[in-house]
């Protein structure tokens, strides 16, 4: 295993055991000017990522978070995830791909995750859900 290959491992331990406990930790694995970006997020800086990762984890009970498939290649990488978790009573059940970048100083400096927001979110919500799955029905057709 590479130093980068560490470097992104180590993350996605981090990621994996992540709490609202110990979230500040990730502090120790991001550059001060690290990316976020998600389909719901668009974000710039350590603080910044912090402040959503401890937001999700505080909001959502149960959280479940599994990384797979990490392909490393230079200062990047990709890797599968899947979050699972409650909120109330509903069950979700997320998945999607991660890229990442590492820095010289050996951190994160690009963190962006790709997923579908619509056929995992919009369409499982109970008033626009419906709308978002006819909207999808008369696009495909």
């Known amino acids: ?76 990488a990709y890797y599968k995830w899947t979050l699972e978790c409650y909120t109330g009573r509903k069950s979700w059940n997320i998945e999607g791909v991660t890229f990442l970048t590492v820095g010289e100083g050996k951190l994160i400096t690009n963190h962006i995750e790709y997923w579908d927001t619509s056929s995992q979110i919009y369409e499982k919500l109970p008033i626009i859900g419906p709308q978002v799955r006819l909207l999808r029905r008369i696009l495909l057709h």
């Open 1 to 76: 295993m590479t130093d980068t290959e560490e470097v992104f491992r180590k993350y996605l331990d981090f990621l994996e055991q992540a709490d609202e406990e110990n979230i500040g930790e990730i502090l120790n694995y991001v550059d001060k000017e690290v990316r976020f970006k998600d389909p719901l997020h668009d974000a710039q800086g350590a603080y910044e990522i912090h402040r959503i990762f401890k937001r999700l984890l505080t909001g959502l009970k149960k959280v479940n978070y599994t990384t797979r498939e990490l392909i490393a290649t230079g200062n990047n």
